[in-house]
């Protein structure tokens, strides 16, 4: 299999030279060139034929986010890595880059002190995301993809065997942050549950993430904060660097957060979410595993599954990264798997379920019920 080719485009003769020794360690990887800015960097496109594109956002004559709209227009499924600081304006631009159709972001290491941990650094927060969003390119799908995309459990539960939805809990990574802004506004702010939600981001990136989503959605959505009392219609987004858990404090339930050790190398982690779910709701619980890179969740949905709870997860022509929840289906895991656009009215019907108030009919996710509701919170 050839090697995946790269094309760095950055303004900073050392960044571009720092990308370039780091990941020249690689055989699966080739740089086959890079640019100093936007412009040439779309003159270079068309000769260089990279499958993916690393891309910074402040640069001279063309900024990243007007180089990655003419890439977009051009070039829609190429992927695109935008090279982000941990800053609030770079959080802010990082997620403006999200909404253009960005494939992901790395976050630019700060203060090391050594030429060397900022390599290491770049390599295990780039190397891995190139390889996951190039792996349809990579490895073709097998025959067996056709089969478990279907939004048919293996073996079907009838609604009979489900408990009343109690908590929706939805785990994400890899081009999450759109996912969440598809889904989130399908669901009615008459929501019946509340709603915890770990993305996988570096902190400062959830607060905004969490604003962002909230304005555009009927549900009142926050990043989560100790204490908080979980309550129907409202949905809570774990905060960088901290896990968090539900816990049963007398009649209510109540959000927790920890830095203990990262699981699946992140902080916050969707196994140690889905946990506690799976400990305080028991059979009571609904979790959605959403697009992202690796298997985190699994561990967690193991749990939910086996207290009767319900797992759901998005199928692979709508994901970016089909790795978490093509991890839940392989793991046998999913009770159905759906397209991205399906999932609001899914989720509808099953909190739905042994409901006097038919919530499902709430979830149109229509582009008109979507604009009425942004107009509302303006």
Same mark, same amino acid.
């Given at each position: 299999?050839p090697?995946?080719?790269?094309?760095?485009?950055?303004?900073? @003769?050392?960044?571009?030279?720092?990308?370039?020794?780091?990941?020249?360690?690689?055989?699966?990887?080739?740089? =086959?060139?890079?640019?100093?800015? %936007?412009? /040439?960097?779309?003159?270079?496109?068309?000769?260089?034929?990279?499958?993916?594109?690393?891309?910074d956002?402040?640069m001279?004559?063309m900024?990243?986010?007007?180089?990655?709209?003419?890439?977009?227009? /051009?070039? $829609?499924?190429l992927?695109?890595?935008?090279?982000?600081t941990?800053?609030?304006r770079?959080?802010?631009?990082?997620?403006?880059?999200?909404?253009?159709?960005?494939?992901?972001y790395?976050?630019?290491?700060? *203060?090391?002190?050594?030429?060397?941990v900022t390599?290491? !650094?770049?390599?295990?927060?780039?190397?891995?995301? /190139?390889?996951a969003?190039?792996?349809?390119?990579?490895?073709?799908?097998v025959?067996?993809?056709?089969?478990?995309a279907?939004?048919?459990?293996a073996?079907?539960?009838?609604?009979?065997?489900?408990?009343?939805?109690?908590?929706?809990a939805?785990?994400?990574?890899?081009?999450?942050? *759109?996912?969440?802004?598809d889904?989130?506004?399908?669901?009615?702010?008459?929501?019946?549950?509340?709603?915890? /939600?770990t993305?996988?981001? $570096?902190?400062?990136?959830?607060?905004?993430?969490? %604003?962002?989503?909230?304005s555009?959605?009927?549900? @009142?959505?926050?990043?989560?904060?100790?204490?908080?009392?979980?309550?129907?219609?409202?949905? +809570?987004?774990a $905060?960088g660097?901290?896990?968090?858990?539900?816990e049963?404090?007398?009649?209510?339930?109540?959000?927790a957060?920890?830095?203990?050790?990262?699981?699946?190398?992140?902080?916050?982690?969707?196994?140690?979410?889905?946990?506690?779910?799976?400990?305080?709701?028991?059979?009571?619980?609904?979790? =959605?595993v959403?697009?992202?890179?690796?298997?985190?969740?699994?561990?967690g949905?193991?749990?939910?599954?086996?207290?009767g709870?319900?797992?759901?997860? !998005?199928?692979?022509?709508?994901?970016?990264? +089909?790795?978490?929840p093509g991890?839940i289906?392989?793991?046998?895991?999913?009770d159905?798997?759906? $397209?991205? %656009?399906?999932?609001?009215?899914?989720?509808?019907?099953?909190?739905?379920?042994?409901?006097?108030?038919p919530?499902?009919?709430?979830? @149109?996710?229509?582009? =008109?019920?979507?604009?009425?509701?942004?107009?509302?919170?303006?």
């Amino acid at each position: 299999m050839p090697p995946i080719r790269i094309l760095i485009v950055d303004d900073s @003769t050392v960044i571009r030279k720092v990308l370039c020794d780091g990941l020249a360690g690689d055989a699966a990887l080739e740089v =086959v060139g890079t640019a100093a800015n %936007g412009r /040439i960097a779309l003159a270079k496109i068309p000769q260089l034929h990279p499958d993916l594109v690393t891309l910074d956002v402040e640069m001279p004559e063309m900024n990243g986010l007007e180089t990655l709209a003419a890439i977009r227009k /051009i070039y $829609p499924k190429l992927p695109v890595i935008m090279f982000s600081t941990l800053t609030e304006r770079g959080a802010s631009t990082t997620l403006d880059a999200l909404a253009l159709g960005a494939s992901d972001y790395v976050t630019k290491p700060s *203060n090391t002190g050594s030429l060397d941990v900022t390599l290491r !650094q770049l390599r295990a927060q780039l190397i891995p995301k /190139i390889k996951a969003l190039c792996e349809v390119r990579a490895i073709p799908p097998v025959a067996p993809i056709a089969r478990i995309a279907s939004p048919r459990p293996a073996t079907p539960r009838l609604a009979a065997d489900f408990s009343r939805i109690e908590v929706l809990a939805i785990g994400t990574s890899t081009g999450g942050p *759109n996912a969440l802004a598809d889904l989130l506004p399908g669901i009615p702010a008459s929501f019946p549950v509340p709603i915890v /939600i770990t993305q996988h981001m $570096p902190a400062l990136f959830t607060r905004l993430l969490a %604003g962002r989503l909230n304005s555009r959605s009927g549900l @009142t959505i926050r990043e989560g904060v100790a204490g908080e009392v979980l309550r129907p219609g409202e949905a +809570w987004i774990a $905060p960088g660097d901290f896990h968090m858990t539900v816990e049963r404090k007398g009649a209510s339930v109540v959000l927790a957060l920890d830095q203990n050790q990262p699981e699946n190398y992140c902080r916050p982690a969707v196994d140690p979410m889905f946990r506690s779910v799976a400990k305080v709701f028991g059979a009571s619980a609904l979790a =959605v595993v959403l697009t992202g890179m690796g298997s985190d969740g699994t561990n967690g949905a193991q749990h939910i599954k086996e207290r009767g709870g319900q797992v759901l997860a !998005q199928d692979q022509a709508s994901s970016v990264v +089909w790795g978490m929840p093509g991890q839940i289906v392989a793991s046998g895991l999913a009770d159905a798997t759906y $397209p991205l %656009g399906s999932m609001a009215a899914e989720i509808g019907r099953r909190v739905a379920m042994k409901r006097n108030s038919p919530a499902s009919a709430e979830f @149109t996710g229509s582009a =008109v019920a979507r604009k009425l509701v942004t107009s509302q919170k303006q």
